[in-house]
């Protein structure tokens, strides 16, 4: 069984950081773009940064440019998500994906075919 699980959520002040991370079971995604997303209460899935297969290309949502960065270890099967000066507006469910549609990097929902279950990330002012 595929699975990808993500851990490192947790409940912050504004301005602090932490790393989310995302490791695969059942297969390796070594090949594959790999993103994270995040929904907050009575909103949509959005983007929050893309990665392709090598690591070598990388994109972010403008909301979180500059203070979150993506990163794989493709040996170790785990993507993570570095989250610094965290805002309020940051709280959301995070989720990992992982896309057998491409081994670029995308900002589709659509393009990803595998997903975690999503860690809470809360941020208080």
């Known amino acids: 069984q595929v699975q990808l699980v993500e851990s490192g959520g947790g409940s912050v002040q504004a301005g602090d950081s932490l790393r989310l991370s995302c490791a695969a079971s059942?297969?390796?995604?070594?090949?594959?773009?790999m993103g994270w997303f995040r929904q907050a209460p009575g909103k949509e899935r959005e983007f929050v940064a893309s990665?392709?297969?090598?690591?070598?290309?990388?994109e972010y949502a403008n909301s979180v440019k500059g203070r979150f960065s993506i990163s794989r270890d493709r040996d170790k099967g785990v993507v993570y998500l570095q989250m610094n000066s965290l805002k309020r507006e940051d709280t959301a469910v995070y989720y990992c994906?992982?896309?057998?549609?491409?081994?670029?990097?995308?900002?589709?929902?659509?393009?990803?075919?595998?997903w975690g279950q999503g860690t809470q990330v809360t941020v208080a002012s």
């Open positions: 059942g297969r390796t995604f070594s090949r594959n773009g």
């Open positions: 990665i392709n297969w090598s690591g070598s290309h990388t």
């Open positions: 994906a992982a896309s057998d549609q491409t081994s670029g990097w995308s900002r589709d929902v659509r393009e990803y075919d595998h």
